[in-house]
DNA sequence: CGCTATCGTGGTACTGAGTACCGTACCCGA
DNA sequence: TCGGGTACGGTACTCAGTACCACGATAGCG
C-alpha cells in the first residue's frame, strides 16, 4: 500500500462516512485526496476495490498453514489458519469497522465481502478434501466442514466488529473447538470413547449392559 | 413473468451464450428481442437481474412451510423446505444450466447467486434460532446448522446443474439425513443407540465389553 | 553535465449501465 | 367518441470504467 493509495483509502472512507458511498463520486474521492481521477483507477481497479483489503496474502498464508499440518494436528492447523484471518481484521481496526457499516448497508458491497471468505471456504475445502480423500463433487461432508469452519470465524469476528468481543481469539479457539466436535465427535474430549450400537433393545437396556461389563 | 419480459429473457441467455456476458450490451438484448432499450430496464432492474428469477416467492413458500412446523417434524420441515428451493432450479430445466454455466465463469454473478442463497440462509437461521431458543449473536449452533443446511442443498444443486445427477430429490433426503444426523445425532437412524462412555480403558476393550453384553 | 529511459501522474475522450422524463400508441370502460 | 390508464420508444443525462497520450521528476549512463 503506498503513499498514494493511502491517501485515496481514507478520503474514501471519509466520504463514504459523511455523504453514503453511492451519493460519492470517484471525481469526489479523487478530489478530496488531491489527486486526479486517473490515479485512482491506477491504484484501485474500481470504486468498490478501495473498500477491500488486498486478500491474496492472507490466503496464501492460509494455505501454507493448512499445507504445513502434519496428520495429527489438524484441528490446531485449522484454528490457526482461521486465527490468521481474524487477526488480519483485527489489525485494522476502526477501519474494518467502518468497512462493516458500509457492507451492511450495500447489498453491492455484502455481496463482494461474502465473495471474499468464499475464496477461504475453497482453501479450507481442499485441505479437508485432501484430507479425507475424498473425489470432488461428491464430498459433501468436506464442504460442511469448510462452510462450519468459515461460519464460525464469522460469527466471532462480527460480534468484533460490532463492538460485543473484547478477545476475539479467545472466542474463535472456543467456537472452532464446537466445530471440531460437531465434525469429528471422537477428538474432542480425551477419555470418552463414542459408540454406536445398533441393536433392538431400547437404549436404558443397553446402557445398564454396558455399565455392567465396564465393572468387570 | 410477463411476454415481454420472457422474450428479453430469451433474448439475453441466447446473447450470453453467443458472445458472452461482458461482450453483450443492453442494446444488443433490446434489438434482438425487437424492443426498445427503456422497456428492458422497465422489466429488469439491471443486466443481472435478467438472469436470475425473482426469488420473493420462493423465499415466502420457504418461510411459511418453516412457520408451519410442529414441534415434533423439525427434520421434515427444513427437508421440506429445502426441497422447494431445490425444485425450483430443476423446474427451469435448460435454464438453470446455461445461468450455472454464466456464475460459474463471472465473479460479479457468482457473487449475486450466492448473496441469494444468504437470503434463504437467513429463513433457515431465524427458524432454527426460534426452535434452540437461543439469542441472536451468540447462537453459533443455529447459524452452523443453517449453513449446514444451504450447503447441502447446493452440493446436490450443483450435482444437477452439471449433470451428475438424475434424482437430485432424492439426493437431497439423503444430504438432509447426513446434516440432521451431524448436528442432532439422537433424531438419525431408528433403531441405533449412540452411548458416550467415560472410562479410562481404551476403546476396543469396552466395545468388546458391550458386544459380550449384549449376546447376554 | 547532458541525454534518455522509466515511472507516477493528470487530462481527454470514449463505451456502456442505469436514471429521469416526456411523447405516443393502444386498449377499455363510460 | 371521449378521457384515462398502461406499456412502449426516444432523448438526454450521470457516472463507472477503459484507452491513450502528454508531462514532469528521477535515476542511470555516456
Known sequence: MTETAQRLRE??????EQEGYDA??????????????????RHFRSKEDVIFPDH??????????LAAAGPAD???AVTDAARIVLRRYV????????RYRLTRTI?????????????????????????????????????LLASAIVVAHNQV??????????SPEAELDEAMALVTSIHAPDAGDTGATVLVVRSRRDADTVAAAV???LRE
Not at 11 to 16: D, G, I
Not at 56 to 65: L, P
Open 211 to 213: 455399565r455392567r461389563a
Open 91 to 98: 489489525d485494522e481496526g476502526e477501519l474494518a469497522r467502518s
Open 74 to 76: 489438524t484441528p490446531s
Open 24 to 41: 460519492t463520486t470517484v471525481d469526489d474521492i479523487a478530489d478530496r485526496a488531491g489527486l486526479g481521477r486517473s490515479t485512482f483507477f
Open 107 to 143: 447489498p453491492l458491497l455484502r455481496a463482494r465481502e461474502i465473495a471474499h471468505m468464499q475464496q477461504y471456504q475453497r482453501e479450507f475445502r481442499e485441505f479437508v478434501r485432501a484430507w479425507t480423500g475424498e473425489p470432488p463433487g461428491a464430498d459433501l461432508r468436506a464442504e
Open 157 to 166: 469476528l462480527r460480534r468484533w466488529l460490532r463492538g460485543e468481543s473484547d
Open 11 to 16: 478520503a474514501a472512507f471519509e466520504l463514504f
Open 56 to 65: 491474496s496474502d492472507v490466503v496464501t498464508r492460509v494455505r501454507d498453514r
